[in-house]
């Protein structure tokens, strides 16, 4: 199975640093197979996933935890946090600004409505048919059919 990164990771390669674009997955997680763009020249290179790394300094969209960089006394209690301010209220409507969208527009169909089929019939009306009397045909001959 081949998935695409959107966005792509940066990953450090034993052939340098660059950006992954898609995974090759073969099964269990050593078998993965990681396709990299080098930086330095923009080759492409297809590397297993035990010759890849992730830069520490990459933190996949989440917030770094900067209080567990500082090494601060643990006698000391931690400095209180400023609470947040409130969101900005949204401003008023302006002249070109509606205060509610209109109400939805009913657009006629594009197309006539089909007629509806006929009604199925039920039963077995004509269903047998003896093959003995048809000809090549597929027509009885006239002198079996006056039988």
């Known amino acids: 199975m081949i998935t695409q ?3 792509p990771l940066p990953l450090t390669t034993t052939r340098g640093p660059g950006l992954a674009h898609f995974i090759i997955d073969y099964g269990p997680e050593q078998h993965l197979l990681w396709v990299v763009f080098l930086d330095a020249n923009g080759e492409c290179w297809t590397v297993p996933n035990p010759e890849v ?3 520490p300094n990459w933190s996949m969209r989440r917030r770094f935890n900067t209080e567990r960089l500082v090494a601060s006394d643990p006698t000391t209690p931690p400095e209180p946090t ?5 969101p900005p209220e949204a401003p008023p409507p302006g002249p070109d600004l509606p205060e509610q969208s209109p109400p ?3 657009l006629p169909p ?9 009604p199925l019939r039920m039963g077995r009306q004509n ?3 003896d093959l003995s009397q048809l000809n090549g045909a597929g ?3 006239p002198a079996q059919a006056s039988v």
């Not at 594009?110 to 006929?118: A, F, G, I, N, V």
């Open 104 to 106: 939805p527009v009913e």
């Open 82 to 86: 400023p609470p947040e301010a409130p």
């Open 110 to 118: 594009l197309t006539p409505p089909m007629p509806s089929p006929p």
């Open 127 to 129: 269903s047998f048919v």
């Open 5 to 7: 990164l959107n966005p």
């Open 53 to 55: 790394r992730i830069p």
């Open 139 to 141: 027509r009885a001959s």
